[in-house]
């Protein structure tokens, strides 16, 4: 059973499209974060949901708007896409507590964006 | 200036070495640090964490946190091909579910057989 799974796994679209990334958690955590991956590696959190309530809201534009319809499910919506939107978008999962321990997210397998 | 800096290598050693992979910070606030491995075409996936300076082991893996200068680093024992993967390091910024894990850019590192 995949405990943090992300669709589609691949999404190539044109400039201007609008496109969703779906994400969802079967480990009972309380809070869910979209980060987005560059071409470096860079690693940047986008949101984040704690029992669907937005918690973390960085400096993204307002072409993109998380949704959270339960604690289960975090999902990612992209308007008006453009080149620099390219890149890979991860979700992940922790649970509250247990963040101060370990610091541990959970991550799906990220959803690549190539936008042309 | 980044919270966390990282040398993005590539690092490639082999098989059997010693590997040191390192990272700077500069909010002394930062308590706890992680590692997070990711393998390609994967997400990240915790592989140590520790509290405070010192060190702590796990297996062919030893974590070293040195608060005053700022400076974490990984050690990797006896390197093995299935170590090939980008080693992100990470701190939490503020300890409540409203907390941002900032991470490192990532050292990629491959083991050569």
């Known amino acids: 059973d995949t405990a943090v799974s992300q669709t589609p796994k691949y999404l190539v679209t044109q400039m201007g499209n609008d496109k969703s990334i779906k994400c969802e958690q079967n480990?009972?955590?309380?809070?869910m974060y979209w980060y987005k991956q560059d071409s470096k590696k860079f690693l940047k959190i986008m949101f984040s949901?704690?029992?669907?309530?937005?918690?973390i809201n960085e400096t993204v534009p307002n072409r993109f708007s998380p949704k959270s319809p339960d604690k289960a499910h975090l999902n990612l919506h992209i308007n008006s896409l453009e080149l620099g939107d390219s890149a890979v978008y991860f979700c992940a999962s922790s649970q509250a507590v247990e963040l101060k321990v370990t610091g541990e997210l959970f991550f799906g397998e990220g959803s690549r964006l190539t936008v042309l | 200036q980044k919270e966390v800096e990282q040398d993005p290598g590539p690092l490639s050693v082999p098989e059997g070495a010693i590997v040191s992979l390192n990272c700077t910070y500069s909010?002394?606030?930062?308590?706890?640090f992680m590692w997070y491995r990711q393998y390609s075409r994967k997400g990240p996936e915790l592989l140590m964490y520790?509290?405070?300076?010192g060190n702590k082991e796990d297996g062919r893996f030893t974590a070293q946190v040195d608060k005053s200068s700022k400076y974490i680093s990984l050690f990797i024992r006896d390197s093995q091909p299935s170590d090939s993967a980008t080693y992100l390091c990470a701190m939490p910024r503020g300890y409540s579910s409203a907390s941002k894990i900032i991470f490192g850019s990532g050292t990629r590192l491959s083991i050569r057989p």
């Open positions: 480990l009972g955590h309380d809070t």
């Open positions: 909010n002394s606030a930062f308590q706890y």
């Open positions: 949901y704690n029992n669907k309530e937005l918690i």
């Open positions: 520790t509290y405070s300076s």
